[in-house]
C-alpha cells in the first residue's frame, strides 16, 4: 500500500475540518469539523503504522485513545450546546460571547424586575 493515498485522503478531511471550524456558525457543524479533524488524525496514525510494520501497533493504540477522547469531547460539547440553547435560544457561536445570563449583562434593572415578578 502506498502511503500517499491515505495521507492525502487525510489532509482533505482535515483542510475541510479546518474550514468548518472557521467558516460555520453553528456549533453543532463546528463540534461535526473537529470531529473530521479528529479522524483524518486517525486515518494518519493508522496509515503510518500500517506502512511501518509495527509489531506494538502504537498508531493503532493511540487510535483507539483519540476516539475515546473524541467520543467524550463529543458527550460534554452537545451537553454544553443544548444548556446555552435553552438559555439563550440560540445555537449560533456569534450570539454566545459571554458565559453570564444575558438579561443582567443587558439591563440590570430588566433583570431585578423579572426576578421580583418570577417570585410572585
Known amino acids: ?34 470531529e473530521l479533524m479528529l479522524n483524518a488524525v486517525n486515518l ?6 500500517v506502512w511501518l510494520r509495527d509489531t506494538l501497533h502504537a498508531g493503532q493504540a493511540l487510535t483507539l485513545f483519540t476516539i475515546t477522547v473524541a467520543a467524550a469531547e463529543i458527550g460534554l ?3 454544553i450546546v443544548l444548556l446555552v440553547y435553552r438559555t439563550r435560544r440560540t445555537a ?19 433583570a431585578a424586575e423579572e426576578k421580583e415578578q418570577a417570585a410572585a
Open 1 to 34: 500500500m502506498h502511503l500517499a493515498y491515505p495521507a492525502v485522503l487525510a489532509v482533505l478531511l482535515f483542510s475541510v475540518g479546518v474550514y468548518g471550524v472557521l467558516a460555520r456558525r453553528n456549533v453543532i457543524l463546528v463540534l461535526m469539523s473537529v
Open 92 to 110: 449560533a457561536v456569534d450570539r454566545v460571547t459571554a458565559l453570564g445570563d444575558r438579561h443582567e449583562a443587558d439591563d440590570p434593572a430588566d
Open 77 to 79: 460539547g452537545l451537553a
Open 44 to 49: 494518519n496514525l493508522v496509515a503510518f503504522d
